[in-house]
Structures are given as structure tokens and as C-alpha cells.
């Protein structure tokens, strides 16, 4: 199994910016995607961004392209989202995901979530 811890939350202000990273252990080396989504408060949990494994492609969703930055440094297992000109809006819990093959099955490893507060 793969497991996935997030850190890096926090409140920051209005235009502000946070970097949040979450580091992989265990079946790494089955990993072939991984990916942010967050969930606000009585909302569903939504995507965010998503890199592949050699880290050259990505996806982000239409609301964070152009401020959020998604990154990837396997030697460490660590996929990173630098988010910049942040707004109240961007305020969820951001949970890290991780898409991975178990003895040629699909599954799909969740951290348990860093909270990001917008707000001045």
C-alpha cells in the first residue's frame, strides 16, 4: 500500500501564498500519478492538480490555473502544490492523492488532509 502524509496548511491572507507538500511511503515505486483535490465546508471534494509520474505532465483545475503550481520530486516522493495569489474562495481542506498499481490492480491512496484558510 502507499501511504500519503500532507503538510504546509495554515491561514494566510488575501493575495498571500502557501506551499503544501505531501510525502509518500510504502509501494512508491508503484506510483504512477499523484494529485491534489480539497473539499470546503458543505462542498464536495473537488480536483485541484495532478502531475505524472516523470513530473512533465499536469493538469490543474480552470479556478487555480495560473496560481497554483504543482511539482514532483521523486528521489524524495514528494509532490508539492505552490499556491500564489490565494483568495478566500481557495479556503477547503487540500487533501494529497495518489494513483497506484497493487499486483496489476488500480487503487487510490488519500492523506488525511491539511486544512488552507483565506481570510483577512
Known amino acids: 500500500q502507499v501511504q500519503l502524509v500532507e503538510s504546509g496548511g495554515g491561514l494566510v491572507q488575501p493575495g498571500g501564498s502557501l506551499r503544501l507538500s505531501c510525502v509518500a511511503s510504502?509501494?512508491?515505486?508503484?506510483?504512477?500519478?499523484m494529485s491534489w483535490f480539497r473539499q470546503a465546508p458543505g462542498k464536495e471534494r473537488d480536483f485541484v492538480a495532478a502531475?505524472?509520474?516523470?513530473?512533465?505532465?499536469?493538469r490543474y483545475q480552470d479556478s487555480v490555473k495560473g496560481r497554483f503550481t504543482i511539482s514532483r520530486d521523486g528521489a524524495v516522493n514528494t509532490v508539492d502544490l505552490q499556491m500564489n495569489s490565494l483568495m478566500p474562495e481557495d479556503t477547503a481542506v487540500y487533501y494529497c492523492?495518489?494513483?497506484?498499481?497493487?499486483?496489476?490492480?488500480?487503487?487510490?491512496?488519500w492523506g488525511q488532509g491539511t486544512q488552507v484558510t483565506v481570510s483577512s
Open positions: 510504502g509501494r512508491t515505486f508503484s506510483i504512477y500519478a
Open positions: 502531475i505524472n509520474l516523470s513530473g512533465t505532465t499536469t
Open positions: 492523492n495518489a494513483d497506484y498499481s497493487d499486483h496489476d490492480v488500480h487503487k487510490t491512496a
